[in-house]
């Protein structure tokens, strides 16, 4: 099947994770299921934003590093980073040293303070755009995802956030977190975690 690699195992997976050990295990174990907390929905929006332009395994083997640098993502903590923290950060080889992109997580924590304030949790905003079953492709293949790198749900939940001063938040880079933390389900055809996460959103009790 287009897009399949039958591993040791002899289980089918999407074809991204090519057969590297961290990587598969990140395809096995996280990618796809449903988060609520708010520090790893913080982080993994900030990753997503660093991975523009960069393949995600380069940001998987750093996000330690990032983690370290950044406070775990405490986006309360990473709000009330000054500049001493933006060149500590710079000049830090464990990570992407984009200024851009640094800076730009300094202010998103400081809108995630916001977002939460209003909605009472990250969760609660993000979730609130999952899209319906009718908003999503009947058949989850190879062809079908590759050809829709944005959704009209990623383009509106990438506008919301830019009106509230968010940045580095594109269309992709959503549709890349909605991927990620579980709001959609983009194992394909043929991926033994597609019927896992299935599963798993039908039994998840959203924010």
Not at 102 to 126: C, D, P, W, Y
Request: aromatic residues 12%; glycine residues 10%.
């Amino acid at each position: 099947m287009a897009g399949i690699i039958t591993g040791e195992d002899g289980r089918g997976r999407c074809f991204w994770h090519g057969g590297l050990e961290d990587y598969r295990r990140y395809h096995d174990e996280e990618w796809g299921r449903p988060v609520t907390d708010d520090i790893r929905l913080f982080e993994k929006i900030c990753l997503e934003g660093f991975q523009s332009g960069l393949s995600w395994l380069t940001i998987l083997r750093k996000r330690e590093n990032f983690r370290a640098g950044f406070a775990g993502f405490d986006f309360h903590k990473v709000a009330e980073f000054g500049e001493a923290d933006i060149e500590r950060l710079v000049a830090d080889a464990g990570i992407i040293r984009h200024r851009g992109k640094i800076v730009s997580t300094i202010n998103n924590a400081r809108r995630a303070i916001e977002l939460q304030q209003e909605f009472g949790s990250l969760a609660k905003f993000f979730w609130s755009f999952e899209p319906g079953a009718d908003q999503r492709p009947a058949t989850r293949d190879l062809e079908t995802l590759r050809a829709n790198p944005t959704t009209p749900v990623s383009v509106a939940l990438s506008k919301n956030l830019k009106k509230r001063g968010w940045s580095f938040v594109g269309p992709t880079t959503i549709y890349a977190f909605m991927q990620a933390m579980g709001m959609v389900n983009d194992h394909i055809d043929g991926c033994f975690c597609q019927s896992e996460v299935d599963e798993m959103r039908l039994r998840f009790k959203r924010p």
